[in-house]
């Protein structure tokens, strides 16, 4: 695209000369004649006049060729733009995350399961503006994406919804509000919220993920997302506010699910940061809390079998703690989540179903030591010619456990991950992952299994 930009500023000035040589032809001054009875002062009439070799006069055939020329090479650009370049109404971004891998499972004591390559996530997305507003930044802007992901690789909307600054967002010292309408990631935690492109390890945390409490799921519903008393530091143009807090109300029936009942769930979080500047040892370091409560269909427990006038009958809350501190070269994060879900041990409808609470938890902790210089701002500024991008080396090693049911002793799952990351471009990196689990189940020998995971992750 910048080759075409380069053309028409060239055309641009080719037909401003050709405007300023008609200009200069029209308005040429006539020879100066002296009037009768009257002499000349300061001018030797006899002396010829001195014309410069490399000058000569633009005639009317010269302008009518240029501008034959010029009009030549405007129809070959519209041309050439309406064959090779695609049209919206308004402006578009287009931009894609895909995850090639390899699994491996080098030893277990169960079922030996199969070795090989998948392709783990394809996901497409459309961002763009609706309304762009140039005095105060009350924009409005939309996203949507479509997911493919192993093993069934069907294609389903990911993230389809609609955003309005409500707050200014030019000045970066004033506090910000935006309204989200549609499917999008719930405000809980740290990890549910990152999208599939930045997850520190290649499986989510196992709270978080659909054997957990679903956390990372998007839903449907609203949300607004802002901040308080930000601090802004101009030499590396960074912004942290001191306050970070988004309130959703959603349908509760999960992504690309319409609602089974009337009441709606509400998530809640808010999260402190460091108000420090860029070069403080303090950066990057918050702590978060969370709060999702709702309803749900009322089902027997274990089991998806619905109870006769059960709809919304069930009450389900989750809340969690994080801290992290996102820094170089030593960062960490730990966030802690507790589940209480109502189900119904016995009963076939709602007038005599017998109800019962059953409460879960999982925690992550995750260690890491980074050296290069990919995140830093002062390496990323640079201007350097093809295409350059600073480096990152990344090992880690993440902690996951989870417990479906603590009213159960010898019932839960511990996953120790040690990874490397190698960021090597701008939108793309190399995971490397040797995932040690343990599954505890009160009747049976624990499950042991080794697993080796390589991904390679990239974008555009």
Do not use: C
Not at 139 to 148: K, Q, W
Not at 246 to 269: E, F, H, I, M, P
Not at 341 to 353: C, L, R
């Amino acid at each position: 695209m910048s080759k075409h930009k380069l053309l028409v500023l060239l055309l641009g000035g080719v037909l401003l000369t050709s405007s300023n040589l008609q200009a200069a032809e029209g308005s040429a001054a006539e020879p100066e004649v002296a009037q009768p009875g009257t002499e000349s002062v300061g001018t030797d009439n006899t002396q010829p006049a001195e014309v410069d070799d490399g000058d000569q006069a633009v005639t009317k055939r010269d302008l009518q060729g240029l501008n034959s020329e010029v009009a030549n090479l405007r129809d070959q650009l519209a041309r050439q733009l309406d064959r090779n370049i695609a049209n919206t109404q308004r402006s578009l971004k287009i931009g894609g995350t895909l995850q090639n891998r390899y699994t491996a499972v080098p030893s277990s004591n169960q079922v030996q399961t199969s070795n090989g390559f998948t392709v783990n996530a394809a996901i497409l997305s459309l961002t763009g503006s609706l309304k762009k507003d140039y005095d105060e930044g009350r924009n409005l802007t939309y996203v949507f994406s479509v997911l493919g992901s192993a093993p069934t690789y069907n294609i389903q909307p990911l993230d389809v919804y609609l955003q309005y600054s409500v707050f200014q967002s030019l000045d970066p010292e004033q506090a910000t509000l935006n309204l989200l309408f549609g499917q999008q990631k719930k405000p809980f935690g740290l990890e549910p919220q990152v999208g599939e492109d930045k997850t520190p390890a290649a499986n989510v945390a196992r709270f978080a993920g659909p054997l957990g409490l679903d956390l990372a799921s998007r839903d449907i519903g609203i949300q607004f997302r802002g901040d308080l008393l930000p601090h802004y530091d101009p030499a590396y143009n960074y912004r942290v506010p001191l306050i970070e807090y988004a309130v959703g109300l959603y349908n509760g029936s999960g992504q690309n699910a319409s609602d089974t009942n009337k009441s709606k769930d509400v998530v809640a979080r808010i999260a402190l940061n460091a108000p420090v500047d860029y070069s403080s040892d303090f950066r990057g370091l918050t702590i978060g809390s969370s709060l999702y409560t709702g309803k749900k269909d009322l089902t027997l427990n274990g089991t998806t079998t619905a109870i006769t006038g059960g709809g919304g009958g069930a009450s389900k809350v989750r809340y969690g703690q994080d801290i992290s501190y996102v820094s170089s070269p030593i960062g960490f994060t730990a966030e802690y989540a507790v589940g209480r879900e109502e189900s119904a041990i016995s009963g076939t409808n709602i007038a005599n179903a017998v109800k019962a609470t059953t409460q879960s938890k999982g925690y992550t902790v995750t260690l890491f030591y980074q050296w290069g210089e990919q995140f830093l701002k002062q390496a990323r500024a640079q201007n350097l010619y093809d295409d350059w991008w600073p480096k990152t080396y990344q090992p880690f090693i993440r902690l996951d456990r989870w417990d479906p049911n603590t009213a159960i002793a010898h019932n839960d799952t511990t996953i120790v991950t040690y990874g490397f990351n190698f960021f090597f471009a701008e939108t793309t990196k190399l995971q490397l992952n040797y995932n040690v689990s343990t599954v505890k189940t009160p009747s049976a020998a624990d499950a042991t299994q080794n697993q080796f995971v390589a991904q390679f992750q990239y974008g555009f």
